[in-house]
C-alpha cells in the first residue's frame, strides 16, 4: 500500500478548516491543530518554515489538558496527521 493510501493528506481532504478537529499521527497518538490570528480576522493554522503545523497532544481519552502549561507540542508534517474526529461543539 503506498503512504499515501495509508496516511491521507489532511490537507488535501480539508479537515483543517476546523479549529475542532482531532488528529492521528502515525504512530497512534491524537493531537488538535493549533490556530491563530496573527493579526488578522481568521484564524490559520500556525505552520514553521518547513511547512509543518504545531499541533498539541491529547491526554488519553482525546482529553484536552485543564491548564495551558500541561499541553505537550510539537510540529507535525500536514500529510502525517489524519483527521479521526472533533472535539465537540464545547470545544473540549
Partial sequence: MADDEAWPSAVRHGPLASV?????????????VTFANRGADAL???RNGHGELWVGYLLDGDVQ????????????????????????????
Avoid at 478537529?21 to 497512534?28: A, F, L, R, S
Avoid at 495551558?68 to 473540549?92: C, H, I, Y
Fill in 20 to 32: 475542532g478537529t482531532i488528529y492521528e499521527t502515525p504512530d497512534g497518538r491524537r493531537c488538535i
Fill in 44 to 46: 490559520s493554522p500556525v
Fill in 65 to 92: 489538558p485543564p491548564q495551558f502549561d500541561g499541553w505537550e507540542r510539537g510540529w507535525v508534517a500536514a500529510e502525517l496527521l489524519r483527521p479521526v474526529g472533533d472535539t465537540g461543539p464545547s470545544g473540549g
